[in-house]
């Protein structure tokens, strides 16, 4: 299993990008934070808000495909960070998710 971490320019935009994986079934849940980020972008540092969103999958491959389809960002940031989890949790998961 993978936390996903994916950068995106507001909110509506991690709104559709969540319900988007989550219509295809490739993720359960989905949270969304605000954040402040900072970074180089064509030569000058950008100060920024943006939304994250954070996210478990067990197929990375399949949902990085799916937000590349879709994301406003040229170079979208999609970080995979493999956990672990209770079995409960995984259980639940893998029944929301197959049942796709």
């Known amino acids: ?5 994916i950068t995106c ?6 709104e559709k990008i969540s319900l988007h994986l ?3 079934r490739l993720i359960a849940c989905a ?6 980020s900072m970074y180089w972008w064509e030569d000058k540092i950008v ?8 996210t478990k999958a067990f197929n990375f491959e399949r949902v990085k495909e ?9 170079v979208p940031c999609i970080l995979k960070i493999d956990v672990e989890a209770n079995e409960e949790y995984i259980g639940w998961l893998k029944e929301v998710i197959n049942n796709g």
């Open 22 to 24: 989550l219509e295809k």
């Open 31 to 36: 949270n969304l934070f605000p954040i402040k």
């Open 47 to 54: 100060n920024d808000t943006e939304t994250v969103i954070i």
């Open 1 to 5: 299993m993978a936390l996903i971490y």
């Open 66 to 74: 799916e937000v590349k389809k879709i994301h406003s960002y040229s």
């Open 9 to 14: 320019k507001d909110n509506a935009e991690a």
